[in-house]
């Protein structure tokens, strides 16, 4: 019989306490793997979203630059109008690539629900706007061809909602205009699944907003200076330039300091469970101490003893914390649904990303931890004199 | 007890794969609001999801669609939707249910709802949403009274195919101004819809 096995028989003697303690570590791993996971998928996510929206700049007329912001990443443009001439001025500078103007309209539709609610809709550009969106596939037909034509192209859930199908009408309603669907698209795990697309003449027209526009998509050269460019884009009058970076980071500010708060919750869940490790290894320890005693006048040296105790330590942190890293991905969905629940914007997509690394990180963070935690109740078995130990066992 | 609701419900989902949601279901907007509204006496209400995929499979299928008188059709009327049904209560009492449907209409999307008593009888009926020329009136109190006391033994003669039920039955006497045109006969469908499957999914089981 080896140290490790006399260790495993050890932790066996006091079940209920053993698998109280490793409890206690696998909830502490459970917390850490997972909000490791949230930090990786969050901005995994928020890079996603703002990828899929194709365009690296959105210009809109002058408003509340979070706002803005905000709409944006959930689908919606400015409140306010902008002259179509922004167009050309904008793709005269070099570092254009592509730019695809919007005009995002809304009306109230007093049958949606009891009290009615908004439908709205996007005017995009035939041309320009499916080339940026690649990423969007059809489950029915195609976009339309002609900016002037009355058709709409629906995303998965808006075309769910409406029960819409290729060749069907659509009615806007206040405005009492038909459409025709030319195309239904997949899901797509974006603001997109729940928009209808217009072109963008026909939103003019029927919304009386000729040669106005909400938004401009704009991509950039991959080697244009962006800071230059949106320096370029502040002189424009009456419009406001939203950068994805500028979005991205904002955002990412905002969640750092909710992260900063739940990691320090990680952090004390790390430190309560090791806590809780030096409290059953140290009672394991005090309780054998005549045991210990024994072993030693056998001839077991400091460091076996110092062996045993922390294998005993570092079996419970690896069971804890694989249990722990377990439960992160049993739990991932419903620790995801709860994060989209509490936050206000979440970006599409696995929102908690665990892979190999954070598994690795987690497991081995919680296994030295334990192994640091056991270093005392080792030292002090290690230390045990053998008569000592022997007499004060005889005079209990 | 709406957090809790909520918060129960939201686990449910979360737990529960996301091919269960591969079809649309047809939920009340307000549950809270709209079962007082439509059963002013009652305290409280439970929300079960039911399909014909799991209810009763290709068999309930076609026996529904046989009792329909019309194939399920198109994109989003599958064996796979979820329908959410709601058994309300008064105390421990049970004092029916509300149950609805999608309809395809003309120009959109339509949410028939129907209050039903422990019989199977419409107590209120209820268009969530509905986008036609005609909405006004097809979501009238007026036009949504014509339903009430009715059952599915008076619709059992109505065709959503020809959009006609026998001289002289309590459903022929269901009337729309010309104008609403094919979105009156889809409400109808989705009427007679919503107490075929009312009765797979609750009625017939409580013979039983």
Redesign the interface.
């Known amino acids: 019989m080896n140290i490790y096995s006399v260790a495993y028989k050890n932790l066996l003697r006091k079940k209920t306490r053993a698998a109280l303690t490793a409890g206690g570590i696998a909830l502490s791993a459970w917390v850490l793997a997972t909000l490791l996971g949230f930090n990786r998928g969050y901005e995994n996510g928020l890079n996603r979203d703002i990828d899929n929206m194709g365009f690296q700049v959105l210009l809109t007329a002058k408003g509340c630059p979070y706002e803005a912001a905000t709409l944006m990443l959930k689908g919606g443009t400015g409140l306010r109008y902008m002259p179509e001439s922004v167009v050309k001025t904008v793709y005269l500078n070099p570092e254009v690539e592509k730019v695809t103007p919007m005009l995002m309209q809304g009306v109230f ?6 009290n009615g609610a908004i439908a709205a809709y996007l005017g995009v550009d035939a041309l320009t706007f499916p080339a940026m969106k690649g990423y969007l596939e059809f ?2 037909g195609g976009w339309f061809k002609d900016n002037n034509a009355y058709e709409a192209v629906m995303g998965f ?1 808006a ?7 290729v060749g ?4 806007i ?1 206040g405005v ?1 205009k ?1 459409l025709a669907v030319t195309g ?1 698209l997949k899901r797509s795990g974006t603001q997109d699944d729940g928009t209808i697309f217009l072109p963008i003449g026909a939103v003019q027209k029927i919304f009386g907003k000729q040669g106005k526009l909400t938004g401009l998509g704009i991509k950039v050269r991959k080697d244009a200076d962006m800071a230059a460019f949106e320096n370029k884009l502040y002189d424009l009058p009456d419009v406001q330039v939203v950068s994805m970076a500028q979005v991205k980071t904002t955002i990412m500010n905002l969640v750092n300091s909710a992260r900063v708060i739940v990691l320090g919750i990680a952090v004390i869940a790390v430190i309560i469970a090791m806590a809780g490790v030096i409290n059953t290894i140290l009672m394991s320890v005090m309780e054998r101490y005549a045991e210990i005693g024994i072993l030693k006048s056998m001839g077991a040296m400091p460091l076996d003893i110092f062996k045993m105790i922390w294998a005993e330590t570092a079996m419970l942190c690896s069971v804890g914390g694989a249990g722990g890293i377990f439960l992160s991905f049993l739990t991932a ?2 620790s ?3 994060v989209r ?1 509490f936050l206000p914007y979440a970006p599409n997509g696995a929102l908690i990303a665990l892979d190999w690394r954070i598994c690795l990180f987690a497991f081995l963070l919680i296994v030295v931890g334990g192994l640091l935690s056991g270093v005392y109740p080792a030292w002090r078995a290690a230390r045990v004199r053998p008569l000592e130990a022997i007499r004060i066992e005889g005079e209990q | 007890m709406l957090h809790i609701r909520k918060f129960t419900l939201f686990f449910i989902l979360a737990a529960v794969s996301s091919n269960t949601f591969a079809a649309v279901g047809c939920d009340l907007n307000d549950p809270d609001r709209d079962v007082v509204r439509l059963f002013p006496f009652s305290t409280g209400y439970k929300t079960r999801y039911l399909s014909i995929k799991t209810s009763g499979g290709e068999k309930q299928l076609a026996r529904v669609e046989e009792r329909l008188g019309d194939k399920f059709r198109g994109l989003y009327e599958n064996i796979e939707v979820p329908y959410t049904l709601y058994d309300i209560f008064r105390g421990t009492e049970t004092l029916g249910y509300i149950h609805g449907v999608n309809q395809k209409g003309e120009y959109g999307g339509i949410q028939v709802f129907l209050a039903l008593d422990r019989r199977g009888a419409i107590k209120a009926f209820y268009i969530q949403k509905l986008t036609s020329r005609s909405a006004k009136e097809l979501r009238s109190k007026e036009f949504g009274a014509q339903f009430a006391g009715l059952g599915l033994k008076d619709f059992e003669n109505y065709s959503p195919l020809s959009g006609k039920s026998p001289e002289g039955s309590a459903v022929s006497g269901i009337k729309a101004s010309p104008r609403a045109g094919k979105d009156f006969f889809s409400v109808m469908r989705a009427v007679k819809k919503n107490l075929i499957l009312m009765n797979e999914f609750v009625f017939s089981k409580r013979e039983k």
Do not use: C, F, M, T
Not at chain 1, 159 to 165: D, N, P, S, T
């Open positions: 539709d007093p049958n949606k629900g009891e489950k029915q859930e075309a769910e909602l409406e029960q819409r199908e069907d009408k659509l009615l309603p009492d038909e239904i969905r419903v995801e649904s709860a629940y």
